[in-house]
């Protein structure tokens, strides 16, 4: 994730940032509420509200809406231009739970008077416990406060630097779009981009937030000079990082397609992982795949950039596979269990309308998804994309995913990714 510095500093730098970033946390399994989901709309009515976590002193907040559906709450999580819907919502005794779209999470509410709620939001999975407080209330209402009428801009493209705790740095672009003290942007990283973020400027300051049910991002800054940005990144419970950004027009990152390789002699993947489905497997030397470009999607049900990179290529793969080609899904799921990794990638599925092939690959862990396929030199990020030729011949590693969040940027991704399959078709 640098410019011109070592590979050393660059696996730091991709550490630092799979640490904190849109693909990595610490949470413990706990146990969802079920109950009866029409009662749920008691608490929930419909409107617009404003959720804010709570987390290292700071309130991280978002907008949602609430509708009703054949009798049923809806809930629709609010990030810039993007609309998250959740439906799964159950009711038990004076709690509901809210399941957090593909992800295992939830937000778990009571009433806290009239049009207020407070909670958790909980993660079922990972190694530690995993929840943090939760308030909302019901009306129209901006993300952050604003006291101060003089504007300063935050439009355009930055140069960033992000430092975590233990001193390393790792480079971002920042992109802001600014209507009044209205702010919509993201980073964009080498391991991927922060989605779709939001909020408000006051003064000479600037303040934006997501929630995408995985993670709560706040991103604060003062500006230092007209040019230049000084602040501070919470990633939900633990996370903290500074950062720094000057305005940069031609601010860019390292060509995501010379990250990674593979080793000195190696041409080809040699695995074979458990299908989702019981008793199957998933080689790239099985007939289905033979004589077939075949794209390999490197991913986990719990990452937001990889729900961007299936939303895109669940329709694509639909709409291609009768070109020729394939998309092999290896999953590395924040659990030992094979079968529960099979069923979160199940549900994945499903929700996300996949009809190519997922595997169960490994735990979800760049080092040891790397382990699992020794050909590669790493694993930077998930996901990571590798395409394979007609011969089965590895022909190109592309590390991370520059997700709809990020305009002309998602534009260029895709249209590189259909240029690769293009011309391996072709051969």
């Known amino acids: ?33 079920t109950g009866n989901p029409a009662t ?19 309130e991280i907040p978002f ?61 079922y999975d990972g190694k530690e416990p995993y929840r943090v407080a ?27 630097t992000f430092k975590g705790a233990d001193g390393e740095t790792y480079p971002a672009v920042g992109i802001f779009k600014q209507s009044g003290n209205e702010v919509t942007g993201t980073f ?3 391991t991927g981009d922060y989605r779709y973020l939001a909020g408000q400027t006051d003064g000479g300051k600037l303040m934006v937030s997501t929630f995408d049910g995985s993670h709560g991002f ?4 003062t500006q230092t000079t007209p040019n230049a940005l000084s602040g501070d990144f919470y990633s939900g419970k633990k996370g903290h990082e500074t950062w720094t950004a000057v305005l940069d027009p031609k601010a860019k990152l390292p060509d995501a397609n010379t990250l990674t390789g593979m080793k000195p002699g190696q041409k ?20 289905k795949y033979q004589g077939k470009v075949v794209v390999i999607q490197i991913l986990g049900s719990w990452c ?74 790493s694993v930077l990020a998930f996901p990571t994309t590798i395409f394979l030729d007609k011969k089965g011949e590895v022909r190109k590693i592309h590390t991370g995913f520059s997700g709809p969040g990020t305009g002309k940027y998602y534009a260029a991704e895709i249209a590189d990714f259909n240029k690769t399959v293009d011309m391996l078709l072709k051969e």
């Open 218 to 221: 706040l991103f604060k800054a």
């Open 40 to 58: 749920a709309g008691g608490m929930l009515s419909a409107g617009t509200w404003r959720g804010v976590l709570s987390a290292q002193g700071q």
């Open 268 to 287: 080809k993947l040699d695995f074979k992982f458990p299908n989702i489905y019981e008793g199957g497997s998933i080689s790239p030397s099985d007939p």
């Open 134 to 160: 939760f308030a909302a209330t019901k009306g129209k209402q901006q993300l952050f406060p604003v006291t101060s009428s003089p504007l300063q801009s935050f439009d355009g493209t930055w140069k960033v």
């Open 1 to 33: 994730m640098t410019h011109a510095l070592s590979f050393r500093p660059l696996l730091a730098g991709l550490s630092l940032t799979l640490a904190l970033g849109a693909c990595q946390s610490d949470q413990k399994p706990e146990t969802a509420a």
């Open 63 to 123: 907008l949602f809406d609430v509708t009703e559906e054949n009798g049923k709450p809806t809930v629709t999580l609010r990030n810039g231009e993007e609309r998250l819907k959740l439906d799964e919502i159950s009711t038990a005794g004076d709690s509901t739970t809210i399941r957090l779209g593909v992800f295992d999470a939830a937000l778990v509410v009571r009433a806290d008077g009239a049009d207020k709620l407070k909670g958790a939001w909980v993660k």
């Open 188 to 190: 964009l990283t080498s």
């Open 304 to 377: 937001p950039n990889c729900m961007d990179e299936t939303n895109f290529l669940a329709p694509w793969y639909a709409k291609n596979k009768s070109r020729g080609v394939e998309v092999i899904g290896l999953g590395y799921e924040r659990t030992t269990d094979q079968k529960l990794a099979a069923q979160k990638l199940l549900r994945m599925k499903e929700r996300l309308n996949v009809g190519y092939d997922l595997a169960v690959a490994g735990v979800a862990d760049k080092d040891a998804a790397a382990k699992s396929l020794p050909q590669l030199q």
